[in-house]
């Protein structure tokens, strides 16, 4: 006997107008639709006042900025010759950017430092700030989901004010439903989540994304739920982008933000790839990394960030030491926010790195290894002497017949590549979790 | 003379196959100076993308003093590396050309085709394609969707703009797509111009095709049938001795200092100016003006040819491959010049002459099976039989 089932076609969310359009006309205080020149006049109103606020309220800026003359800034490249500031700025003395009472802060996020010297990065946020977050998040989730859509965030939760809390309080007040695993490396309760909710939307690193589709696929999934899924935290590959979509049958977007730029920066919309810049709260420059000046839009450079309404530690040409650029050609969408490329990558590399480095990246070595059917995840490290790039291999099952195939993947990758390393793989875990983490994913050298 | 630049895509991650494919040798010369001098050849600069591995290519590049611009966004596609590629066009372009190395065995001589095109139509895209259909030229209706479109697309320098502003869905060839108005297909006697080097046996495939390139592959010679107009009947004719040619090259052993797709081509293509005047002399002056002087000699001689002394050759079997085929049909050489001889049975001189023209081509079978080991006159009409 047959069968007959009907099935309802998945309804693909698209917004016909930038959700991000409002939050920006809102911010700006017009109804009318805006133009970039608008924006770019209206941002550089912003950036003088942050500048003299900086100045007059904070001991660094004070400092900083001592003798210079704001009111003259007349332009872009006007605005891109004052001095830059570093990361390393605010370890050495994270007080010093403050520019309000102690009391004011509500929340303040630490970030281990890369190097394995020197304090740790800590950022103030106050609540208007936090705020203003989770009305990015509502606007940003938007360009993904619709009332009354489940959204399963793959995001760590343990603080009320961490990302997770965020986001999910961005998702309520535009009637959506979050789900929160907040352990994402346990890849088996991820997928226990999406299998009793039926998401329609899923955000995560790169990383968790992929390891809960390689899972569900594993265990017989078919026909997912899903019709959109935000990468963030991490640099994604075009490879895996491209996997999630087709696995899924869903539109992935992407998201650029840092701690430093109040966690949300950037969210590419239902149309495109480039990434829509959160305009109205932070001010992107894409710079030549030796002089610090603005390069023209399509030119890489390294990403600068002002923050254009913080009150509480605003940070002005603050260099993030990632490379990216603005992209040029027109969005379906015709949203007037510049759109950041996804294609975000570290300036300068670790001393003492070959050639090669700079093409090999965690999330590349992830793209070739979809192929494989039994990969979750995997960590990679680069043994100097001798050459050799030890790639920890986590599965959903023990078997060393796919860890020789994940051997031949990433010895045809490395291949081409001058002084190209030996490829060495360890079977990591298989007892369905990963070890991901949400620190920025690397390469460590040893 | 129009300012034409090609640019060579050469910033993927040659993932399928599992070396740097621009500095993989095909024969004497790498995939990417194999690409390149085709375009030189031709009047075209070459630009080539790198992107991935870039120190190999680019080292490469400056080896062969070819053009090298780096894509940092590789790995956004191959979109991404036409747009630097045309970003890198000189301000004098007219017209330019893109086509990744993976395509490396482009001829010259189709480069030399797109751009005299060019040169007299307004085509905004002129697509090569290869039209090998079997018994008569593809109409011109049917060029863009019968004919095999090859690669490189060649373009007016005024799309470098719309390249730019494009956001890359669909890559290049939805792009063009926008062009259908203005563009043209041309056809191209190039095989080369369809084949893929991805993965490890292609390449194999690609190094073994290289060495016969001075050759015109089957296809190739199915489409000079076309671009020639050859009759229907002189197609059949050719395909009845190639059938011929192909039963004796199997019988003669691999060691044999002999190109096989020599006389594979040279008894496709030995009739191509029938009805001429000296039709073998005019069939090789044609085919050498197509761009295939290697199998010019096999025409030339295919219908009086003496032996020589030593290895049977090429266009010994091209000659006796002929004579075993009257119209379609097998025949002996007996039977063959006999009935020459019964026609002019009247002039005793024109007996004599075929007379010794019979013996010649004895001369020539008597090499042959030498070579072969093999009763030819047996196995031919003995098949024919059955």
Redesign the interface.
Known sequence: MLNLIEESPKQQHVNRINPLDAQAQQDMRTEAPISQAQIEAWQLGKLKNVCSYARENGTFYAEHFRGLDFQHIASREDFSKLPRTTAADIREAPLKFLCTSQDDIARIVTLATSGSTGNPKRIFFTQDELDETIAFYNNGMRCLVDAGDTVLALLPAPKPDSVGTLLAEGLRSLGAKPVLNQDPDNVSASLALFSKHAPDCVVGTPAHVLALIKLWKHEGGMDSPVKSVLLCWDAS??AVRNYIEKEWNCHVHTHWGMTETGLGGAVSCAH??GMHLRETNIYVEITNPETGLVLPDGE?GEIVVTTLTRKGMPLIRYRTGD?S?IM?????CDSPLRRL?P?IRRMALPEGTP??FR?ITPT?IDG?LTAVPYFLAQQAQYRVAPNTLEVTVDMSNNSSQQLTCVKELL???V????NAPDILCLPGNHNKKISIGFAKRKICIV | MLRAYGILLAAGYSSRMGRCKPTLHLGDKTTLQTLADAFIQAGVTPIVVTGYASEKIEQECKRLNLQAVYNANFDDGMFSSVQTGCNALPDDADIFFITPVDIPLIRSSTITALLNHAAKTKANVIHPILDDSLLTPLPEFLHKTEGKRGHPPCLRASLKCEILKYNGDGGLAKLLDQYTDTTHYLPVLDSGMLLDMDTPEDYEKLCRIQTLRSVPSVQECYAIWNAVALPTHIRNHSLAVTEVAHRILEKIPDNTPLFKQTVISGTLLHDIAKGVPQHANAGARMITELGFPAVAPCIATHSKLSATEGAVTEAELVFLADKFIDGTSRCTLERRYEEKMACYAASPEVVKAIQQKLLQAQAILHKAELATGTDLTALLTKEKRS
């Open positions: 590959s075009r495109s790839k890489r490379e650029h040029t050609e027109a969005c379906p490329s294609n050639d090669w093409f590349l070739v010895c045809d990758l291949s081409p590549l001058y």
